[in-house]
T-cell receptor, first 112, second 112 residues
């Protein structure tokens, strides 16, 4: 079946530094690429998403880039803060949004 | 004001029992989902429903039977529980395919 690879699996950065998480996929029919943040013991929450007709989207300290030709998309967090520490999941749709596949997650630790 | 609420939050039961998890959303969304998150934090879609109709059944054993009495509810009944069913089960909803998903707080199912 369709998989999404996500790297790195763990990431530690100093407070104030940037963090980048990258996801790659193989199915070229996908059009919607959301990113979710899951804090320990909590539910996943959407932090940003991008659609296939856009190459980049930014929301304050968070940005997402999409390269449909190379089939990868990345999450960029700038000026990281301790409260950014969480597991981040990339995801993509299948069958025009009827189905979704998630990456295995990246555990981000922001060290004060 | 909880947008997607699922009950119970915790479920501890013995192998072989039958149990149900309820999910309700008050967002007016047409699409609802069930996800399973295992101990390694992998998030995998189980079912998706659109306006009470089953859209996706991701090779889930037929011991798992979702029921959608109306588009605001998607309940999950599990028969003959097995040890491998231990996980956190998340309900989610969205306006439709390729739209942001809102997750419930999860139900932690533990099989003894």
């Amino acid at each position: 079946g369709e998989n999404v690879e996500q790297h790195p699996s763990t990431l530690s950065v100093q407070e104030g530094d940037s963090a980048v998480i990258k996801c790659t996929y193989s199915d070229s029919a996908s059009n919607y690429f959301p990113w979710y943040k899951q804090e320990l013991g909590k539910r996943p929450q959407l932090i940003i998403d991008i659609r296939s007709n856009v190459g980049e989207k930014k929301d304050q300290r968070i940005a997402v880039t999409l390269n449909k030709t190379a089939k990868h998309f990345s999450l960029h967090i700038t000026e990281t803060q301790p409260e950014d520490s969480a597991v981040y999941f990339c995801a993509k749709d299948l069958n025009y949004g009827q189905n979704f596949v998630f990456g295995p997650g990246t555990r981000l630790s922001v060290l004060p | 004001d909880t947008a997607v609420s699922q009950t119970p939050k915790y479920l501890v039961t013995q192998m072989g029992n039958d149990k149900s998890i309820k999910c309700e959303q008050n967002l007016g969304h047409d699409t609802m989902y069930w996800y399973k998150q295992d101990s390694k934090k992998f998030l995998k879609i189980m079912f998706s429903y659109n306006n009470k109709e089953l859209i996706i059944n991701e090779t889930v054993p037929n011991r798992f039977s979702p029921k959608s009495p109306d588009k605001a509810h998607l309940n999950l009944h599990i028969n003959s529980l097995e040890l491998g069913d231990s996980a956190v089960y998340f309900c989610a909803s969205s306006l439709g395919g390729n739209q942001p998903q809102h997750f419930g707080d999860g139900t932690r199912l533990s099989i003894l």
